[in-house]
């Protein structure tokens, strides 16, 4: 869904990851942070979809993520966000 590209300029803050619920769609979770981030990991097992995505922070060094199960967001985690 990200490019490298997307990636590299994509930073985020703790003030926009506070934002994130769960329930909330990539789309919308993409929204508040305002670049898509980059794809971890995907599988689908017994029917169930899950995608884990990552964002950078705008400090050095941190990062979050969040992983999506059928559409929507389950959980969330930031390491260094400011």
Known sequence: M???ANAATCEVSK???DQLKNGMTLAEAVRVLGC???E???SEIAGIS???FMWW???FGGNMNAMF??????TKAQFGLK
């Not at 199960?69 to 389950?74: A, D, R, T």
């Open 15 to 17: 003030a926009q990851y």
């Open 69 to 74: 199960q059928n559409g929507k967001m389950v």
């Open 36 to 38: 898509e981030g980059e």
């Open 50 to 52: 899950t995608v884990m």
């Open 40 to 42: 971890m990991s995907s």
């Open 2 to 4: 990200s490019t490298a």
């Open 57 to 59: 922070g705008a400090s």
